[in-house]
């Protein structure tokens, strides 16, 4: 039982913090941080139950993270508006520049290599400007056409072992997938290296180049 004058004013505050207590409902801000979509689309991109996936968005909504829109039978969610993708960014950043425990995780989750040589979105954006890359959007289709990194071009990751030879070998392959800790960009960087070609992943992936592009 909490007694002092301030108590209710921190306990409104840790509503969010539990809000974000759950790694699925972190997971979930980052795809909603691409854009928009219903809950059937959100657990099929994250590999996630769609029955919890519609709970944890209840709980994101009531914390005032998620905002929902009807559209026929279906109920789209997207983040509540631009200060909250601002957030997560400064969430995320804090807490790596904090939590040593959490950077050897990263590392090792994506890489160490890939971790460490991954191209910042500054850097890519000079390496397009020179024509020096070759920008690669390893997400579906539907997620590519929704929006993407200019001059990227979709090959989906299931798709990539087979559509090689639409790669070049003489300039850096960029690759990039859906968010700051996907792994998806990282496995194809090694498939690619292996085969003789030059490839690095982008920085934070899609996620953090939008949280970029929109501060911008």
Sequence with gaps: MTDFPEAPVYEHLARLGKALS????LRLLDLLDQ????VEE???RGGLPLKNTSAHLQQLRAAGLVSTRREGTRIHYSLHDRGVSRFLGRFQEFAEERMGDLRAEIEEHLGREEAVSAVTGTELEGLLRNREVVLVDLRSAEEYEEDHVPGAV???SRQLEERLDELPWDVTIVAYCQGPYCVVSPRAVRMLNATGRRARSLEG???RW???RDAD
């Excluded at 759950?22 to 409902?25: D, N």
């Excluded at 854009?35 to 219903?38: E, I, L």
Aim: charge should be positive.
């Design 22 to 25: 759950a790694p699925v409902r």
């Design 35 to 38: 854009g928009g979509c219903t």
């Design 42 to 44: 959100l657990a099929q």
């Design 154 to 156: 979709s090959i989906p």
């Design 205 to 207: 992936g899609y996620v």
């Design 210 to 212: 939008k949280r970029r």
